[in-house]
């Protein structure tokens, strides 16, 4: 079936550092990908759409300057959470549709938790 | 946006079949209703969805009602490890070909021994 990997699982990083999180699709294109964050026993919350070769579309609310996102490739988006604090933390993850007919549930990756100190 | 309504919590005796509801009497003729469940520290895994018929593969069985206002989600024999939160999400479209997924809060399933 269809595979979304995110690397890495978990980081830690100091205040004021940047942070870059990758999701790949390992044996689909997509040539969209979503971005989610979920903060402890809260539901996931939509952050951006990830559209390859074009400017990603961010959700209301949320800073697309500090959260960057890059979709060079039909199987890579990165984001990279730039001078992370420690409100930052959270856990994201990445999801995407390995076809573009109803027949196809959308793939998410398995997280990655980061915690900014 | 079509939003979705779910009990916040459910137990459910191992073995025996588990029965998740969902609201959505907002959803409009052509949105599809998709369940995923979380593990905790997981990613969200996909399960079933549909959008006016019922639907069934080898995890689940969705059943959506002929007005589309509701569905409920059927585990036939639920184990210890399907403890988990189920979402029920209309998928909406966010303008021409695109669509997202936007989750509720969703409901956690506890499966007891």
């Known amino acids: 079936g269809a595979v979304v990997s995110q690397h890495p699982s978990w980081v830690i990083c100091k205040s004021g550092t940047s942070v870059k999180i990758e999701c790949r699709s390992l044996?689909?294109?997509?040539?969209?990908m979503f971005w989610y964050r979920q903060f402890p026993k809260q539901s996931l919350m939509l952050m951006a759409t990830?559209?390859?070769?074009?400017?990603?579309?961010?959700e209301q609310g949320v800073e697309k300057d500090k959260f960057l996102i890059n979709h060079a490739s039909l199987t890579l988006s990165t984001l990279t959470v730039t001078s992370a604090h420690p409100e930052d933390s959270s856990f994201y993850i990445c999801?995407?549709?390995?076809?573009?007919?109803?027949?196809?549930?959308?793939?998410f990756g398995s997280g990655t938790r980061l915690t900014v100190v | 946006d079509a939003k979705t309504t779910q009990p916040p919590s459910m137990d459910c005796a191992e073995g025996r079949a588990a029965n998740l509801p969902c609201n959505h009497s907002?959803?409009?003729?052509?949105?599809?209703v998709y369940w995923y469940r979380q593990i905790h520290s997981q990613g969200p895994q996909y399960i079933i969805h549909?959008?006016?018929n019922n639907e069934t593969n080898e995890m689940a069985s969705l059943i959506i009602t002929e007005d589309r206002k509701s569905s409920t989600l059927i585990l036939p024999h639920a184990t210890l490890r399907d403890t988990a939160v189920y979402y029920c999400?209309?998928?909406?479209?966010?303008?021409?070909?695109?669509?997202?997924?936007?989750f509720g809060k969703g409901t956690l399933l506890t499966v007891n021994p």
């Open positions: 990830s559209n390859e070769g074009s400017k990603a579309t961010y």
């Open positions: 907002t959803i409009s003729g052509n949105e599809y």
């Open positions: 549909g959008l006016k």
């Open positions: 999801s995407a549709r390995p076809g573009q007919g109803e027949g196809y549930g959308y793939t």
């Open positions: 044996d689909f294109q997509a040539t969209t």
């Open positions: 999400i209309v998928r909406v479209n966010s303008g021409g070909s695109n669509y997202k997924l936007t």
